[in-house]
């Protein structure tokens, strides 16, 4: 595990955009996994910049969305589809990405649909994750399945409490789709983000802490290829 941290989220949002942009120019034709949520849209905008001047090509390689709030779909603010394709997705070629649907109710065949488009894209290369209140990665919330796939999932109370920050107001959200935390493990390369004084006391127990299930960020620890990026805020009390 490598931690790399950096004066503040402007200067971490241009490093973790770095990070992408080399493996995506060293990597094209593989598949790539980015967490939706305000901690990589920073990020997300300098690769757009980086796009813009020729520096990377964002669609010389494949996307799998992370997750999905159920019951919202790409046209609701604040649902992960929405989130990604203005940040991110509508500066890619549409047929290089496939996401969630929150609102098609056959759960069962988005999973299976999207495990088959991890493996025919021979597994995931580079996956960026977000660290959540409560340790979450995704939609892997405490106790999460260990299992490869993908996963209907009820949300952590933590989790919906934060949720109306994306919405605006308070949605009666109950689950989420995503992909499992064991498949993004098998990733080539992981990165962790976070950034903010309020992600210090899980940022803490997730890198210090021991790995335990009840904090879903600690099973990243046993990667090989993890880097954990922060900003001196999350990073303060370790």
């Known amino acids: 595990m490598t931690v790399e941290i950096s004066n503040n989220y402007n200067e971490l949002s241009i490093q973790v955009s770095e990070k992408i942009a ?6 094209p034709g593989t598949l790539v996994c980015l967490a939706a ?10 690769l757009v910049a980086m796009q813009e001047r020729g520096e990377v090509d964002l669609s010389s390689v494949w996307y799998a969305g992370l997750d999905e709030w159920i019951g919202l779909g790409p046209g609701d603010v604040g649902s992960c589809a929405q989130v990604m394709n203005e940040a991110l997705y509508k500066h890619i070629s549409k047929e290089r990405i496939r996401i969630f649907d929150g609102l098609d109710s056959d759960e069962e065949k988005q999973c299976r649909d999207m495990e088959n488009w991890i493996k025919s894209h021979g597994g995931l290369g580079f996956t960026l994750l977000g660290i959540g209140m409560n340790g979450h ?3 892997n919330e405490p106790g999460a399945s260990d299992a490869e796939g993908c996963f209907l999932v009820d949300l952590d109370d933590i989790t919906k ?63 090989n290829k993890l880097t954990v ?6 990073a303060s009390l370790i």
Do not use: C
Not at 22 to 27: E, K, L
Not at 37 to 46: C, I, K, V
Not at 182 to 190: D, I, K, P, Y
Not at 194 to 214: C, F, M, N, W
């Open 137 to 139: 990665i995704g939609f």
């Open 229 to 234: 990026m922060l900003d001196k805020d999350a």
């Open 22 to 27: 080399g493996y995506i120019n060293a990597m």
């Open 161 to 223: 409490s934060v949720s109306k920050k994306y919405f605006g107001k308070e949605l009666p959200i109950a689950k989420g789709i995503t992909i499992g935390w064991r498949t993004l493990f098998n990733a080539g390369n992981v990165v962790l983000m976070a950034s903010g004084k309020e992600k210090a006391p899980i940022v803490k127990a997730a890198l210090q802490g021991p790995v335990t299930p009840d904090i879903p960020a600690t099973q990243f620890k046993k990667h």
């Open 37 to 46: 949520g305000n901690t990589p849209l920073g990020a997300f905008r300098e």
